[in-house]
């Protein structure tokens, strides 16, 4: 089983993706990539934590990244650029949870190191990390959760949910958002 973690920068995905794998025994997987590495290098890491027979947590995914981080710091999604088949990695996702906070949250960086170009952009990356998740996940049918670490912190609804969704992912179809409570 694979999951996905993403978000914004100062979301909450590492703190929710580590409670993943604490919790209900997933392996963490942190999220390759940047333009320093190599796509065919980006895609191999991909590929070989996808495929190792391990229920896995990843906090971030490349595929999703370059769609947002790519495309507002760089001016380019890598994988758009080189006629990647998105999808082939994408549909071997079991789960995605989208991290998505206030942006009041968000932009509350504090004393926290960020990459360059983060918080200048955080308002276009957010959007973008928005859009993906209603043209891509939502309306694909692809399990997709829409957490709120703020209004769940200490994970208790959100661990009933994962629970009661990671027996039986076939069937999930729904969103549930905390913002409102409702399934979507």
């Known amino acids: 089983m694979n999951v996905v973690v993403y978000g914004c920068d100062n979301s909450g995905k590492t703190s929710l993706a580590n409670h993943i794998a604490d919790k209900f025994g997933f392996e963490y997987v942190r999220s390759k990539g940047g333009p320093k590495m190599q796509t065919k290098e980006v895609l191999d890491y991909l590929e070989e934590n996808l495929n190792n027979g391990k229920k896995s947590v990843f906090d971030r995914f490349s595929i999703i990244e370059e769609f947002t981080n790519g495309i507002v710091l760089r001016g380019a999604d890598r994988f758009d650029d080189e006629y990647i088949d998105k999808d082939h990695f994408l549909s071997q996702i079991d789960m995605f949870i989208y991290a998505c906070p206030s942006m009041d949250t968000v932009k509350n960086f504090g004393d926290r190191e960020q990459m360059d170009g983060i918080i200048d952009n955080i308002d276009k990356l957010r959007d973008l990390y928005t859009i993906f998740t209603e043209n891509e996940l939502a ?33 999930v179809k729904k969103i549930l958002d905390f913002g409102t409570g409702a399934f979507a």
């Open 139 to 171: 309306c694909k049918g692809r399990p997709l959760f829409i957490f709120d670490w703020t209004k769940d912190s200490d994970y208790k609804k959100f661990d009933g949910w994962f629970e009661a969704t990671i027996e039986n992912t076939a069937n």
